[in-house]
Structures are given as C-alpha cells and as structure tokens.
C-alpha cells in the first residue's frame, strides 16, 4: 500500500485531501492537509479576501508554509479539530484559538466574513403545467419518470416539459377530462433552477382508459410512491382546491 501522497493520488477513489490526510496521519509524511474546516481557520488567519473556490490555492499554500516536519499528522488533526471546534462558522471562540494574537481577521473584526463566498449565479426559472386527474373510483393518473435525469425513476403527475419560456397554450394534457385551471400554482426550488407549475385537475369515469405510459393509484396510497417534494406539492395543492367549498 503507497505511504507517499503521490502514490495514494494514484489509487482509485482517492482525492487530494483523503490522500494527504493518509499520508500525514497514517504514514508520518509531510503533506498539506486541507478540509472545509482547515479552509476556514487559514482564510481568517491571513484575511484571504478571494472568494472560494479560488481561495483553495492559497490555502493550500498556507498550510503548506505552516506543516512541520515534525510530527504532520499530529498537526493536521490539530487543525482540523480547531476549525470544528474553536474557529466555528458562528460565533467562533477566538479567545481561546492559539493562533488569536496573530490572526488577521480577528485583528479587523471581521472573522465571520471568512472564507468569502463566491456570489452565486442568478438561479433560471421554469413553468409547465401538471395534471392531477381524480377517477370515479378514486384513483389517480401518475406516471414514472425516465431512469435517467433529474428524479429518474420517481413517480409524478402527468405534466409538461419544464421549460424557461413556456408556452401555456401548447399544454397538452394526458387525456380528455373536464379540466379546470387551480388558483395559485406549486413552487419549488431546484439547485439550478426554480419551478413554477401550474395545475389542472379533472374527474374522470370509473372505467377511464389509462393514457399510455400512464397508471392508476389510490388517491389515499399516494404517499406510498416514490413522489419527490414538487408532485407531494401538486397533490396537497390539488387536495386542498377540492376541499375549498
């Protein structure tokens, strides 16, 4: 088994930090060792106003500076354990940080500040609409979603493709039903893009024909599907319109 940090990169599955973090604490080996924790206590310790990830090689040069020879995992779980202890994201205990006469941001006053943030992008919006159709036995339409992408393999109502300049009056719905639009629409926020979706609801007959690629379930088992958060939504916004007299 490799005792070096260039060796243990080589591995499978083994990252700059796990690969640092073995050689130092387990093979005494002089390496730099840099987690979140470590990030925070060098970005305070030298008022490193670039914003993450950016950051990360100076950090990195940071600790790389300050690891002894002596005695490298001892110090990198030193500072790892003062980052998730002492240097906090919140209210961090600098009266008692070792390194509280020499930090910069203390010094300031600003060490909540630190690591600085990168701005996060202007997250897109998308619209579609989703159909949640009741059948006289009370049952409702749902399908599954394709194995891949975003909820594969999840159960949801029939709807249309989310899109960022949706079209409403392309919305086909699974079948012929009497549908009515609800008040209000379903929100939810994805990591990188918001939805808005607009719901119809609908009664069908008892002996309704299944659209293809389409099921039925029990209205009272749907907590037994594998709906993600956004259809939960649609359903308790639909349950919700029925119960409005």
Known sequence: FPDTEEGLLALPGIGPYTAAAIAAIACNRRAAVVDGNVERVVTRLFAIAQPMPKAR???R???DRMTPAKR???FAQAM???GATICTP???ACALCPFDGACMARARGDMQ???VKAPKPARPNRAGAAYYLRRGDGCVLVRTRPPRGLLGGMT???????ETNFNMAKAQPPMIADWRRLAGAVEHVFTHFAL???VFAANAPRGANTPEGCRWVDETRLGDEALPSVMRKVAAHAKAAKAKP
């Open 57 to 59: 090689i100076f950090v």
């Open 61 to 63: 040069a940071e600790v």
């Open 72 to 74: 490298p995992g001892d």
């Open 80 to 82: 790892m354990d003062l």
């Open 90 to 92: 919140k209210n961090p």
């Open 113 to 115: 500040d630190f690591p």
């Open 156 to 162: 949801e109502f029939p709807g249309t493709v989310w």
């Open 196 to 198: 808005r979706l607009t």
